[in-house]
């Protein structure tokens, strides 16, 4: 019986290739469409959830008050982690990672720059890492140990195994490998290369025991059974047990399972994350497959007067209503099948560009058993939930009715569900285009900021060992070259803040006022190598004041928060420390361009300075002025790698995830749109045709040309209208809500909605008035004459 169905199905589609081009097509555009973000968020639901015992692992917490406000972070100082295992039983295994900057890796002549973390033995008891090679837990029991990841090992040794062999680091700390790793999967959200015990730290002497220092992150494993709502309420003062803490921290544990979804806090609670885009672009996927099952309903029932003799003459001979309902839901399934096949050519044509679009590296679905099993489902899911409203519609004709002549005949009143369908359409597709636009003027508005500093021909390159030792030295070679105007060393890079407090002190501070400031360090003219616009009083020179080691500029947000009128002389305390203020800087902006102003203090070099800034000369050869830079780089970091970066380029980079769903929600769109037009011509074409008799009368008795096409188009036009009247709205309301949750935002601009109705209703116009003229330009005397 399924194969006379489908026989019949396949004959049905073949006579009406036109129709089924249509609903083939847009449902393959559609599929296509869910298919590939079904994928990605699938990757990204995976992130961190692979792990052995991925529902007891937690990552450490921290709550304080603010301005009011609870902040969260998840940064600790070196006291917690062993302090958390010693006093509660219930936690099994605990591990602390530190974020370092890249080092340089070598082994004779071959020198890499890696990322490498400093870690507990405990976290290869947490996490589950492939080993290839050795004992991981063991290798960070000893201090003079190191895990290198397999990329790692093969690039410094080649094939031969690594274990048991010495790779120095930083040209003064040299490690034995005593465990190779498979490299970390792409669904992770750790990126180191190299793992070196933290007990190395500590034979270093780099390791306090001040609770104030939160410069690292704790995961914690507990045991089997924990319940932990129950444990976070006992332990939520551990900060103030065990520190002695200000009363307003609190710690709780938080699932690292969840963390890549659901880490935005607000008032200590977690409120959603990346779940919000990846929840936005599910529903968006959803709905660009709905409107492509959409065209086939509407298609279907518009078919349904000339199917209609079809389904009275099954039913005379004899044909139940499942019967006929199985047919046509298996004439859907078919056209499902045949609209799948399109959607794995255009996936397989279309998964490389993906993947680049949104900056991760997905495994290929085709190659993937499992991939096939659910194709066989959603081909399914999907023929049978476009199919089943045309399927019992025109299987529920009677007899009796569908023989007399006025089956059929329009009525003028009443709301149908086609328009019902179409005007759906038109409104996720007016919501889609007023979003692209919205969302690419919040990126555009940002991006024109002024970041309060000259990006343009400046560079950065991490300080190694080679060059800590010889820093005064290339700094006077460096600007001794014509390419080089200003050089400077730093704490941090001008792209990020490494350190941020809500201890330091000044004069008429109220006690109980304790505003997080970021600071970094200089040791001279950063003013003049960033290109900050200095307000009054003198950037840092070390150089030039030996007092400076212990001077300090600030910018105006800081000014403000201190409530200094006159900020120059005035005495800034951090960590005992006592800063003078020897300048104030206009406000600048080191880390996301979306958020507001940080107060920044720029303090004298009382710390390491892990960077050097240069600012290259305008109007030179950029390629010329860089290979001279690099001479320099060769001379004092001998053998290492010239991995320098440019500010603006790297700012440009904390533009991404804005651009990334700019795009994807263009793409969308643009589906949405093809999508829809493709029904729309579909009906058009229909009813000129099925309305061709009365189109030849009106023309017989004088109607114009132009007042068929007229004739024609209102009734969509009306449609599209009522849709961009209901679109308009909710784009507004979700694209508000999506802009709220920027601290740095543009308004949303009434006349994009404007614009956005215009361009609706004219692709819609063009799109029915292309067949209107064609039914509109028949010779009447050629509809007579068929008939």
Known sequence: MWRNYLKIAWRNISRSKGYSFINIGGLGIGMAASILILIWVQFEVSIDRFHENSDRIYAVWRTSEFEGELMSWDYTPAPYAPTLKEEFPEVEEIARITEWDPMIFSVGEKRFSEQPTFTDPGFFKIFSFEVLEGDPVEALSAPDNIVLTESVANKLFGETSALGKSVRVEDQLDFEVKAVIKDLPENTSFSFTAFIPFKKLEAMGWVDDFWGNNSMRTFAMLTEGTDINLFNEKYSDFSRKYGGLEDEISDFLFPVKDLHLYSKFENGQSVGGKIELIRMFGIVSILVLVIAGINFVNLSTAQSEKRSKEVG??????????????????????????????????????????????????????????????????????????????????????????????????????????????????????????????????????????????????????????????????????????????????????????????????????????????????????????GMELISGRDIDIFTFASDSMAAIINEKTAEIMGFEDPIGQIIKDDELEFTVVGVVRDFIMESPFEEVKPIVVMGPKKNLNFIHIRLKDNQNMASSLASVEQVFAKFNSGSPFEYKFVDQENEQKF???????????????????????????????????????????????????NLVGLLSTEFGKLVTISVIIGIPLSWYFMKNWLDTFEYRTTIDWKIFLLTGIITLFIALITVSSQAIKAALVNPAKTFKSD
């Not at 900056?359 to 999907?382: C, E, H, K, R, T």
């Not at 597709?429 to 692209?436: E, F, K, P, T």
């Not at 263009?666 to 749109?673: E, I």
């Open 656 to 706: 991404q995830s804005q651009k990334r769903t700019a795009s994807l929600t263009s793409l969308f769109s643009g589906l949405a749109v093809v999508i829809s037009c493709m029904g729309l011509f579909g009906l058009a074409t229909f009813i000129a045709e099925s309305r061709k008799k009365e189109i030849s009368v009106r023309k017989v008795l004088g109607a114009s040309v132009s």
């Open 313 to 530: 003459i099954r039913k005379i001979s004899g044909a139940g209503k499942n019967m006929l309902v199985g047919q046509f839901l298996a004439e859907s399934i078919l056209i499902a099948l045949c609209a799948y096949l399109v959607a794995l050519i255009i996936l397989s044509i279309s998964f490389p560009w993906f993947t680049n679009l949104i900056g991760q590296q997905l495994a290929n679905p085709l190659y993937q058993p499992y991939f096939w099993i659910l194709s066989f489902v959603y081909i399914l899911f999907v023929g049978v939930l476009a199919g089943s409203y045309p399927a019992f519609l025109m299987s529920s004709f009677n007899p009796t009715v569908i023989f007399k002549p006025k089956m059929g005949a329009r009525k003028s009143f009443g709301v149908k569900p086609r328009e019902v369908l179409v005007v759906f359409q038109f409104a996720v597709v007016v919501a889609l285009i007023s979003s692209v636009w919205i969302i690419r003027d919040q990126v555009e508005y940002v991006q024109n900021r002024d970041m309060g500093m000259n990006e343009e021909n400046l560079i950065f390159h991490q300080v190694t060992a080679s060059i800590r030792k010889n820093k005064l030295a290339m700094r006077n070679e460096l600007l001794a070259l014509p390419e080089v105007e200003s050089v400077t060393y730093t704490f941090s890079p001008l792209t990020e803040i490494y350190s941020d407090t809500n201890m330091m002190d000044w004069q008429g501070k109220d006690p109980d006022y304790r505003p997080s400031i970021y600071r970094m360090g200089e040791d001279a003219n950063l003013v003049e190598t960033a």
